[in-house]
């Protein structure tokens, strides 16, 4: 069998697994008119053939160039913020204005590529989120923002209790009544596709990663150094929210260990010191308000 017929046999195959099946894309926008219009065209590409009901949203952020005008060219539905308030809050509005359960959303900076939107949303069919994992397609990345990623995905990942690969892919599929829940919690800013992968992840939501390609970004990416700092708060704030204990646990016992070691250097002085009392006062002190944050977290999030 050739690439060729292996391909279309491909494309056959995901059309049937999404019979019956419909699609919102929403494709938040600022400062994008070197990429938009392809990006929309990209993904009529993708979608027309499948021959479902699908729809595309461009949600304007107050852009500064014509990225608004171009998006009303290509026939699309936009909407726009007006002012410029966040990645976070484009999208919050495009999710509102979608008339579909399933919701795709795909930056329109043409870093990933819409051909993924069929097989992933045939794969939501059994699953409440995909996500287009980059891996090792973040070559384009900088690399002084590498280290910070890798921190950032592993510090998530123990805190949420499973692999995250990708906590912050910006091309996933989801099903809109699983998100309505959270859209409180979701901020105005980049950190938004964070907060739904641990909102996703810390409630037991059905969630797999598929690998994708990722391409060079067209125009300036719009991501500041101190946005990491922002996001290591996030996880934090999200982890006490959902599992408070993954966090006052491991705090507790570093600092009951340092008492221990204290305690044993005080027996060999013989002389049992206020930090070794302190330290094991903290510790208790912090599993304590864990405990409470914990009976809070479930009471909050009882059905």
């Given at each position: ?25 929403v494709i938040p926008a600022y400062n994008e008119e070197g990429a938009v ?267």
């Amino acid at each position: 069998m050739d690439t060729k017929t292996a391909g279309k046999t491909a494309a056959q195959k995901i059309a049937s697994e999404l019979d019956g099946m419909t699609l919102s894309i929403v494709i938040p926008a600022y400062n994008e008119e070197g990429a938009v219009r392809h990006t929309i065209e990209e993904v009529r590409a993708a979608m027309d053939p499948q021959g479902i009901p699908y729809e595309i949203i461009v949600v304007d952020d107050g852009s500064e160039d014509r990225t608004l005008e171009i998006a009303r060219e290509t026939g699309v539905i936009v909407d726009s913020n007006q002012v410029n308030t966040g990645y976070g809050a484009s999208l919050k509005r495009g999710i509102k204005k979608a008339q579909y359960e399933y919701v795709a959303i795909i930056d329109a900076d043409g870093t990933y590529p819409p051909h993924y939107l069929p097989s992933m949303l045939a794969m939501c069919r059994d699953q409440d989120m995909v996500v287009g994992d980059r891996g090792a397609a973040m070559k384009n990345v900088p690399w002084v923002r590498k280290p910070a990623k890798w921190v950032l995905n592993t510090f998530a990942s123990f805190l949420a209790e499973r692999k995250l690969n990708d906590l912050n892919s910006g091309l996933r599929v989801f099903r809109k009544s699983e998100l309505v829940p959270f859209i409180p919690l979701l901020p105005q800013k980049f950190s938004f596709t964070t907060t739904i992968t641990l909102c996703m992840s810390c409630n037991g939501k059905r969630m797999m990663y598929t690998p994708i390609e990722y391409g060079k970004r067209v125009g300036k990416s719009k991501i500041r150094p101190v946005d990491f700092l922002n996001f290591i708060i996030l996880v934090l704030r999200m982890t006490v929210l959902f599992n408070p204990l993954r966090v006052f646990i491991p705090l507790g016992l570093a600092l009951m260990g340092v008492g221990a070691l204290k305690f044993l250097y005080d027996i060999w002085m013989d002389n049992l010191s206020e930090t070794t009392i302190f330290a094991f006062l903290s510790a208790l002190i912090i599993w304590s308000l864990g405990l409470i944050a914990d009976m809070i977290s479930r009471l909050h999030l009882r059905p």
